[in-house]
């Protein structure tokens, strides 16, 4: 099942890194960023059912 | 007479007149007009079950050129059930090491080690004029055992006539026309089926808008014997992916794919076309390697099926019914597959031992195959020609991903090899009372698997089988149809991983095309008589 209530244990500090990560990168290079780090994280999540869920969410 | 649509590369049934020429219209139960893979294996098929076959053809033989290529281990399989495997494996090509690069860059290279116990390799590259030939092979060796079997060359039909009881067929011969009459008619005539026009029948899907130069190479060279592929390759002018492949004969197929807005005739000049072979071969090998140009084509491709392979007594099977694009081998593959499954239901009902309606059956159960295949092949075509600026942005994330983490490899798609699939559900299915392995489950072909000194599914001749694994079985006969008993009593340990998983034993219930009916964990004869009826259709 798809989490949507809070689980990360440190947002503000995800939040920041999320973000510090695209500094200095282009607009091309921040989007190919974006779609490795989403083919990443789907990978580690694995569950079909929980990637629909999230796609879905997403929208 | 009929215009020469190709060259020919085996005369293999040159044109003879025969007595039906000089006669009134004689009635055949099958003619097939078309005589490559599908019309070929159709009517060796039924021969060899002892129903006539007539197979009208608009050539002498198989046309030049390399065109389908790669051989799956399914049709291996039927083609070794009808007696012309073993000589497709032997000249064929096996390889099993794969490099995917993008760009000058290496992605990741692959080996695909297949699983041991099965006679045949999981695929073989063969041009197929030489699977043409081989099935006519076998083809005259049925007929020197009394097969009924009739292949006409330089017999282009050019009128049908469509009666409720049969179909007449104008021949357009050498000696001029005549008529023939099919109780059914099977239209194996290719993607631009002549009998399809005829009918007025539709055949839509998705066009894609892109261009494919092959070039078929003859080089003598020591290159190696693996497939590579490159998306968005390095060297000049040579598109947005590219393709290296090894056939017999020193022959190497080169496909470049060149988008959409060209120009063909340019395009075919051998000059323009060595340039970008030179450019490809040179990548890789530091040097031009010597070759010759064998054969070139340009190609578009569709991925479309018609809305029923049925027509009352006329069916449609192979190219003429589906069309895919070449990413995963699934044309002639899959329509060797339609006439397996066509064949022994024709000869059922043709022996008045199964009603017409199972006929229907080859329709529903060859659509939902063609829907696979094309289901696949458009994922491999927009996998490897995005569509949008984001599905680019995906595909190269892939791509980018896959050199360092193994997990982005399944990803990659450059076409899924065809693999026969399974009629989950179908009605002519029965039950899963052994709860065995997922890949025998009812509706899936038998996995091969050592038996002996030979093989599984060398055991299954075409007929009904009932097969006892560790019990036994004999034979079940119901309203005149048999399921001939195959006891294996010494269990070895593939077929057990492959039939019974947890179970001590098991039954199993298979159809003439080697697809499972239902299984069992104890062996009942009236459970299995009555399955065999549910199978076709009596029940």
């Known amino acids: 099942m798809l989490t949507l209530t809070p689980n990360i244990s440190d947002p503000d500090g995800f939040y920041t890194e999320l973000v510090r990560a695209h500094e200095g990168l282009s607009k091309e290079q921040s989007d190919a960023f974006n779609a490795r780090l989403i083919l990443i994280l789907a990978n580690h999540i694995g569950d079909r059912d929980v990637l629909s869920a999230a796609l879905k969410a997403a929208q | 007479m009929a ?6 590369a085996f005369r293999l049934y040159p044109y003879a007149r025969v007595p039906d020429q000089s006669a009134r219209p004689v009635r055949h139960p099958v003619v097939i007009v078309g005589g490559g893979p599908v019309g070929l294996a159709l009517a060796l098929d039924l021969g060899l079950k002892g129903t006539p076959a007539l197979v009208l053809d608009d050539h002498e033989g198989a046309g030049l050129g390399s065109k389908a290529i790669c051989f799956a281990k399914r049709t ?21 090491v794969g490099k995917v690069f993008h760009g000058d860059h290496k992605v990741f290279d692959f080996n695909l080690q297949p699983e041991s116990g099965h006679r045949n390799p999981a695929f073989i590259n063969l041009q197929q004029p030489y699977f043409e030939k081989y099935l006519v092979d076998a083809i005259r060796q049925a007929q020197a055992a009394g097969a009924p079997i009739e292949i006409r060359g330089l017999n282009c039909v050019t ?3 469509r009666h409720d009881s049969h179909t007449t067929l104008t021949v357009e011969t050498p000696d001029g026309p005549y008529e023939v009459e099919a109780q059914y008619l099977i239209a194996c005539d290719g993607a631009r089926s002549n009998l399809r026009d005829m009918m007025g029948l539709s055949f839509d899907g998705r066009v894609f808008e892109d261009n494919f130069l092959i070039a078929d190479v003859r080089m003598k060279a020591d290159f190696p014997t693996e497939r590579w592929f490159w998306f968005e390759p390095p060297f000049k002018n040579s598109g947005q992916s590219a393709l290296l492949h090894k056939q017999p004969d020193d022959i190497w197929r080169i496909d470049f794919q060149l988008g959409w807005d060209i120009n063909r005739e340019k395009e075919l000049d051998p000059d323009r076309i ?16 010597d070759y ?5 084509s340009i190609y578009t491709f569709q991925c479309r099926r018609m809305q029923k392979f049925r027509h009352g007594n006329v069916f ?12 995963g081998a699934r ?7 339609d006439a397996e499954n066509l064949a022994w239901k024709l000869n059922l009902v043709l022996n008045r031992l199964a009603d017409d309606a199972l006929l229907d059956t080859y329709a529903t159960e060859r659509e939902h195959a063609a829907d696979e295949n094309i289901l696949n092949s458009s994922r491999a075509t927009d996998f490897m020609t995005p569509k949008t600026e984001i599905s680019r942005i995906f595909r190269n994330a892939v791509l980018d991903l896959a050199d360092a983490h193994p997990f982005a490899r399944p990803l990659v798609n450059s076409g899924r090899l065809s693999v026969p699939c399974s009629y989950d559900g179908f009605a002519p299915f029965g039950e899963d009372a052994l709860r065995g392995p997922d890949a025998t489950r009812p509706g899936a072909t038998c996995a091969d698997a050592p038996v002996g000194d030979g093989f599984l599914l060398d055991l299954l001749d075409g007929g009904f089988h009932v097969l006892g694994l560790g019990c036994e079985a004999t034979d079940v006969v119901a309203q005149g149809l048999t399921a001939k008993a195959v006891t294996i009593a010494e269990v070895s340990e593939a077929l057990r991983s492959r039939y019974l998983g947890e179970a001590a034993q098991a039954v199993y ?25 549910t199978s076709i259709g009596k029940a």
């Open chain 2, 3 to 8: 215009k020469a649509r190709y060259k020919t």
């Open chain 2, 509 to 533: 219930l298979i159809r003439p095309d080697q697809h499972i009916v239902a299984r069992w964990p104890t062996y009942d004869a009236r459970t299995v008589a009555r399955a065999m009826q």
């Open chain 2, 76 to 96: 291996l399989d039927i083609a070794h059930r009808l007696g012309a495997g073993q000589a497709m494996v032997d000249k064929g090509v096996v390889w099993n």
């Open chain 2, 159 to 161: 009128a049908i006539a």
């Open chain 2, 274 to 289: 060595r340039a970008r072979v030179d450019a490809m071969l040179s990548s890789q090998a530091g040097h031009v390697p």
């Open chain 2, 292 to 296: 010759e140009l064998e054969w070139t």
């Open chain 2, 331 to 337: 044309g002639a593959n899959s329509g060797v597959q």
């Open chain 2, 316 to 327: 449609f099977a192979g190219d003429s019914a589906h069309q895919v694009s070449p990413f």
